[in-house]
């Protein structure tokens, strides 16, 4: 499969230089390979082949010719094919001594196959399964004048709620004390009501329309996941979670364009399909991100800033 062999790479250093060049650049094409295919895998992309195919030869030009930042390569590629052009015409035009041919090896070259690489267990040090608090429901109809009438109760359903299912939104919150206390539907009533139970509970930073609770400030310190498995829809998602699942797929793949990126976050939040909510929330978070200094954005790519 890689008919390019690092043999046959520039023979403007000494044997023994040289074939400690080879040998670094080998490493870092194995290393490239693998990495190639836990970026592929994880995106759930198609065939690599010709990826893969073309990897020594990059890895070759990259290490050995000329570094081409990608930033560069996105906002100023005419200069860059310039000065690679430059390169090669200067590379082409250099007198070296001719060296003596490598000695022959009497092992094997190797041919790649996927059989023989190893199995690489992608670990996702962001993403978390949701907890349920699953509090009971009280077992009969009732209505909001109940509710009302049953505060004590009810706030302490929402600090356990609040305990085991934090972050959580005051939306989601409006939902879960609806289905305890087998209501119909959330009322202003009932938020305004529920709203002034949680008075001193914790807000995120990051609440603005929709509020986001935690048990204490603490509790709130160096939040860097995401939950799956929840079945919350996207507005009952605290925003600082939809932030992790779109700087967990920057760090996959490096920079990619924004309409990929929102459906990558997407689909670590759990969401198949677009919809209007989905790409309006994933937009703002985008922009959140950008201006907050962690992302960048150019000429409709967006990458992690250093």
């Known amino acids: 499969m890689f008919p390019v062999k690092f043999r046959y790479l520039r023979k403007d ?15 870092q094409s194995e290393k490239n390979r693998k990495r190639l295919v836990e970026i592929v895998y994880k995106a759930k992309a198609g065939h690599i082949g010709g990826d893969l195919s073309c990897l020594n030869v990059l890895t070759a030009l990259y290490f050995d010719i000329m570094r081409v930042w990608s930033v560069d390569w996105f906002e100023h590629k005419e200069n860059v094919v310039e000065r690679i052009i430059k390169k090669l015409e200067d590379l082409k035009n250099t007198k070296v001594e001719e060296q003596p041919p490598l000695p022959i090896e009497n092992n094997v070259l190797k041919t790649f196959s996927i059989e023989n690489e190893p199995v690489v267990e992608l670990v996702n040090n962001r993403e978390r399964e949701y907890i349920f608090a699953d509090l009971p429901d009280i077992g009969y109809s009732t209505d909001i004048d109940t509710v009302m009438a049953s505060s004590y109760q009810v706030k302490k ?43 001193d509970a914790y807000k995120d930073p990051l609440s603005g329309d929709t509020i986001i609770y935690w048990e204490d400030e603490e509790k709130a310190k160096d939040c860097d996941f995401y939950r799956i498995n929840s079945k919350r829809d996207i507005l009952d998602i605290p925003i600082l979670e939809v932030m992790s699942a779109a700087r ?21 939040l759990g969401f198949s399909r677009k919809g209007n909510n989905l790409d309006m929330v994933t937009e703002q978070t985008i922009q959140l991100l950008i201006d907050q200094g962690i992302f960048s954005h150019a000429n409709g790519m967006v990458s992690m800033n250093n």
């Open 248 to 268: 967990y797929a920057i760090e996959q793949q490096i920079s990619m364009p924004t309409e990929d990126l929102k459906r990558l976050t997407s689909q670590l």
């Open 13 to 27: 250093k000494k044997v023994n230089d040289n074939n400690m060049q080879v040998e670094t650049l080998e490493l």
């Open 157 to 199: 359903q929402l600090q356990q709620i609040v305990k085991i299912e934090q972050p959580i939104t005051n939306t989601l919150l409006y939902k879960r004390i609806l289905r305890i206390w087998n209501l119909t539907r959330v009322t202003t009533r009932l938020q305004v009501f529920i709203d002034n139970l949680l008075e």
